[in-house]
């Protein structure tokens, strides 16, 4: 769809130059969701009557919520999906039947949204994100979408989507980002997640770290929200066949998959187990083995621009003699998504890349030293990405937090470029790992040209052989 529509670009444009706009998270309280309450009110209240799923937490949401997304579309039930923050296009954070809405509509739903915020008096009031969230709220009312799955910005407690009426709170992995908004204690920011619940509405609760389970069901309890847990799926097998994963349920029934490029990454197997079991709130139980295989295979065959993404055979766009034969793109920023992205990397058996590397200097906290240390060691290059953004952290940046007195330093030293140059620098070797903001893949993807993955199956002829198996009788001394 060509964006170049002149309304749609008007409007960007607008949306941009309001006073006060930033997309750098910040810190407020619960009181400051007055404003978008004021917006919303003024635009008809399209919430109040929403069938909402809603999706906080560290790493992961916008993955799940695709997921669950993803799995009320197969069962024939119309979907939008609000998702933040976008990679390439705006649009992506507002998607209706798992397509971006076209550029005419979004400026259409953009109109309407900044002609009311503009009759607001205090200009401080609305934030981006609060405008961003109304235009999603008012494209879902318009398009009549049944199913609403709301990914929170920052938070929970105080984000902008938290002003909905909810069938279900999803509360994926939690750990330590947004600090400077949301506290450096890991138990302040669960605190801040778990606000999405809703006395008596059921939660998922994803696979947590030993510390904060035990807290959050307590405090879930508490409330008088029904709780279920992810880890009632389970992922098996590989071990002598790296192609192949068994997704079973803990009242028996299983679905044997056939992966088409390796091992699925951990953060892939958490998110889905976290929206089966959604599907289960939402859906009920699969009935059949036949409805759980197409459970699983919906799941397993989503994939996000820069979120753990792997793909084989890139080149670049504008030239194809530069080839990669493995790209690997992710986006996360903090201690648990770096630690996360080397896990799948090893994996995957990937090593001895060039690494691009783009990162806020609000993200090269303590925490992420470790395993940027471990991502930057195994690269054969490492590139930092020249970013048209105030906050982009440069070389000395990177440096200074890798702490160069360490007892184990790193000695490979830093190059420096812009995206494209990165690229083309880049091409000398097989192997291309793009890492960092999202903001920073949002300068590496479109220069990309990236074959649609093959699908996730189900292997057929393995599962036959599994049910003969244990259906055959044992014959004693014989």
Known sequence: MNTSHPEYLKQIQRLDSRPGTTRKARSRGPEKLAGILRLLERLGGPQNNAQVVHVAGTNGKGLTAEMIGRLLLQAGHSVGVYASPHVADIRERVRIGGEMI?????????????DEAEQIEDPGALTYFDILTAIAFVAFREAEVGWWIIETGVGGRADSTNVTPKRLCVLT???????????????????????????????????????LTPWMLQQLHGLGCPVLLADEIEFQGGAADRRRIDVVRRDGLRATMRLPIGPLSRPLRECAATALIAADVLMGKPK?????????????????????????GVSLIDEPRSRFESVVLDGGHNADALEALCEALGQWGISGYVLLLGMM?????????????ELMRNARRVIILDLPFDRAADCQAFESRMNPSAENPIEIGFDHAKPRQALLMAAESATLVAAGS?????????????PTPKPVTVDRVMLQSLQTSASRPEIDGR
């Open 102 to 114: 076209s550029p005419q509509d979004f400026a259409r739903y953009c109109r309407t949204v900044l």
């Open 173 to 211: 992995q939690i750990g330590r980002d947004h600090i400077n908004v949301l506290g450096g204690d890991v138990l302040k920011i669960a605190y801040e997640k778990l606000g999405i619940a809703t006395p008596g509405v059921p939660v998922v609760l994803a696979r947590q770290s030993a510390e």
């Open 288 to 312: 059949s083995q036949s409805e759980w295989e197409e459970r699983a295979v919906t799941v397993l065959n989503v994939r996000l621009p820069a979120r753990l993404f792997l793909a084989r």
């Open 361 to 373: 200097k609000d993200k090269l906290v303590d925490d992420i030293a470790r395993p940027l240390s």
């Open 438 to 450: 999202l903001w920073a893949l949002g300068e590496i993807i479109p220069w990309l040209d990236i």
